[in-house]
């Protein structure tokens, strides 16, 4: 949360330069790798008012089920 309160991400290529494991989805979603890939968090970045919320945190299986397509 200190990195995201932080951070001044005006696009998702900002938010890897800060985390190199994350993965920008469609929907301006960011996926972490948490855990050597066993847990992820996906969320939901506004860019234009710097927000971000979580809309997933779990194990890999779960995330599968939840996450919209690509």
Not at 42 to 67: D, E, L, S
């Amino acid at each position: 949360m200190d990195v995201a309160n932080g951070a001044n991400w005006e696009k998702p290529s900002d938010v890897v330069d800060d985390f190199n494991d994350a993965d920008p989805i469609k929907n301006s979603r960011v996926v972490f790798n948490i855990s050597g890939n066993k847990h992820r968090l996906i969320v939901a970045t506004n860019y234009h008012f710097q927000v971000v919320r979580v809309c997933f945190i779990g194990p890999m299986p779960n995330m599968i089920k939840w996450m919209p397509t690509r």
